[in-house]
Each structure stands twice: as C-alpha cells, then as structure tokens.
C-alpha cells in the first residue's frame, strides 16, 4: 500500500487562528479522507476530499470551519479555522485506491497531526 | 453511519496468552478492517475481511466476521509486550466511497 506523511506532525495554536495540515501520499490514490480523533476517543471522519471540486463534508463538519483542498491525486489539505480548545484533536488523513483485485483495498492512514489549542 | 462497538474497552493479559476483542456494527457492511494505534499515533492497518468472507488469518491475528449478527472478532495469538496498543474495527457501507465508520476501540495491555 502507499505510504503517507502528514505535515505538520505537531502543532500548539493560540485561541482564534488557523491551522492548515498537509497530505502527501507517494502514489495516485481515488480517494482521500480526513478524520478528527479527539483526546481518548475514537476517529471520526470529517469529509471526503475530492479531487478537483468541493469537499463532501459529515453531518456536524462544515466548510468554513474546516476547509480542505485536493489539487491532484497525491495531496490535500485541511485547515482548522478560528481554533477554539475544543478542536484540540489529532487529525488524521487518509487513502484508498483499488488492490490488485480491481476492488477497493484496504484504507491507509498518515501518522496524523496532534493539534493543541491554547 | 453505524456505530461500531468494541468490548471490551481495555483488557489486560499476560505476556503469552491470546487476547480476543469484539467488534458489532448496526448496519450492513462492504468490508470491515481492524487497526492497531499505539499511544495516539497513526493508525497500522493489520486486516480487511469482506462481507462474503467468515475467517481470515495474517501471522498470529485471526478475524473473524458473522454478518447474521453483525459482528466481529480479532484474536491475537502468543501475545508479546509489544502488542500493548488500541485496536478498532472500522466498517464501510459502499465499497469505500464514504469513508470509513469506527468503532470504539479496545486499549490492550500485555504485562511482561
């Protein structure tokens, strides 16, 4: 499977400013992910990135407080938009592309990035 | 989405013996994969079982699915220390277009 960095792999923001984490896979993926983990919790995805137009968002997410790009098929961003302590989380992004079957494989993760929201 | 449970949410063993989670979803599913998370880092993906599947092996892990019941196992084997982490299940509903759905996860610890 492909691999995936994530930058940056920490960050501690000040209350009211934004935050945007870059994805980078190593190969063409169809579909990238972003996912929210908040402290002790699960994860959550938070949209689908779609190259090439507006990201698909989850019932609770919106655009404006979490805009993402997807420029091509190796990379995409998120940015957490005017940070409150409550978005103190580790973001996680994601691929998943078809195996060698032609179906969908496994989803693959980046290391995510901690945020911490002072 | 469904909501994937786990049980139990921490279990600890010792160093050898074989650790089972569980895993229960609501609704169907396309496939379902379990991962390892070690102390909030990335996620390591260590199976895909598909619905049309019953039992799968990889190395010491055994998953197993029951979609009558909407349900799932992952049995690790001999555990070793290093197998001290967070494991969640997580399903898909269409073939991967909408992400993936988690469930809560279980914190196993192995004592030495």
């Known amino acids: 499977s492909a691999v995936i960095s994530q930058k940056p792999s920490r960050d501690i923001c000040q209350r009211g400013t934004s935050l945007t984490i870059q994805c980078q896979v190593d190969?063409?993926?169809?579909?990238m992910f972003w996912y929210r983990q908040q402290p002790g919790q699960s994860l959550t995805l938070i949209a689908t990135a779609n190259q090439g137009s507006e990201a698909t968002y989850e019932s609770g997410f919106v655009i404006d407080k979490f805009p993402i790009s997807r420029p091509n098929l190796t990379f995409s961003t998120l940015t957490v938009s005017n940070m409150s302590p409550e978005d103190s989380s580790i973001y996680l992004c994601s691929g998943w592309d078809t195996g060698l079957a032609g179906v969908l494989d496994e989803q693959f993760f980046g290391p995510g990035t901690r945020l911490t929201v002072l | 989405s469904q909501q994937g449970e786990e049980d139990p949410q921490a279990l600890s063993i010792q160093e050898g013996e074989n650790a089972t989670m569980n895993c229960s979803y609501k609704t169907s599913i396309n496939n379902l994969q379990w991962y390892r998370q070690n102390s909030g880092r990335g996620l390591v993906h260590l199976i895909l079982?598909?619905?049309?599947?019953r039992e799968k092996h990889s190395g010491r892990l055994r998953v197993t699915l029951d979609t009558s019941k909407k349900s799932s196992s992952l049995l690790i084997t001999a555990s070793r220390a290093a197998d001290t982490a967070s494991y969640f299940c997580a399903t898909d509903n269409r073939s991967g277009a909408d992400g993936l759905t988690f469930g809560k996860g279980t914190h196993l610890i192995i004592q030495p």
């Open positions: 190969s063409q993926v169809t579909m």
């Open positions: 079982i598909r619905s049309n599947e």
